[in-house]
């Protein structure tokens, strides 16, 4: 992820230097798409003791007023990935990333300590039996490969399941979480106003992660939902 947004930030620090070349891509799509040309806006005077006696800057040219713009864009959104993704959090879990990933624990010890569930040594050590076979090359592809494993084998790597927990539930930035909180007033409406606690979490990490609620096969959902309990089998029947 930290590579992905350096790309981005050098892609958008190029486009700086390429604003004549928009603009007039820009112009070719709207000739091309018959819209309404660039003007430059009517411009309104500012009250006299905001500007002063000084003259009021008038842009002359499309490329003069929108010029400003095309800027301010770029360096909002430079500056936006640049505090969102240099924190100290997202730091430690590319550290973590790395030891799972590599296998290595040298030089990342100091991190490892910070949480008493993880040995260090121990997870040294399965670490190497753990990768000498496999080959791993993100953090889901690990937790796959510890769900598909049997029980007895799992426990041999009790490590490196924490070293996996810890990064599933680590999240990597705030993205979620902001659109969940950003969802609330689409899901607790007034006609949801007797909602609890536990079912508004439940509605909202189904609308944040909607094309895992997709895959469900809802058959199955309300097979186990109906065979929790006598009651529920008498009342929904039985699903072959």
Not at 45 to 73: C, I, K, N
Not at 216 to 223: M, Q, T
Request: proline residues 4%; contains cysteine; neutral net charge.
């Amino acid at each position: 992820m930290i590579k992905a947004v350096s790309d981005i930030k050098g892609e958008l620090l190029t486009l700086r230097n390429d604003f004549d070349n928009v603009l007039t891509c820009v112009i070719e799509r709207i000739d091309t798409l018959d819209l309404d040309p660039l003007v430059v806006p009517r411009q309104r005077r500012p009250p006299l003791r905001f500007s002063g006696p000084a003259a009021t800057y008038v842009a002359e040219t499309v490329s003069d007023h929108y010029r400003p713009m095309y800027f301010a864009v770029l360096d909002e959104a430079i500056v936006q990935l640049t505090d969102r993704f240099s924190g100290s959090g997202l730091k430690q879990y590319g550290k973590l990333e790395t030891v799972l990933l590599t296998g290595d624990v040298t030089g990342h010890e100091e991190q490892l300590e910070a949480y008493p569930e993880i040995d260090v040594r121990d997870l040294a050590a399965q670490l190497r039996m753990f990768m000498r076979t496999r080959q791993i090359a993100s953090v889901n592809a690990a937790a796959t490969v510890l769900y598909r494993m049997l029980p007895e084998v799992r426990a041999e790597y009790d490590q490196v399941c924490q070293l996996v927990k810890l990064l599933l539930v680590s999240p990597a930035s705030s993205a979620q979480a902001e659109r969940s909180f950003s969802a609330l007033r689409r899901l607790k409406t007034w006609l949801r106003s007797t909602m609890t606690e536990k079912r508004l979490n439940s509605v909202a990490v189904c609308h944040t992660h909607q094309q895992l609620l997709d895959e469900l096969d809802s058959r199955e959902v309300a097979a186990d939902f109906a065979s929790v309990c006598e009651s529920r089998r008498s009342v929904f029947g039985r699903f072959s």
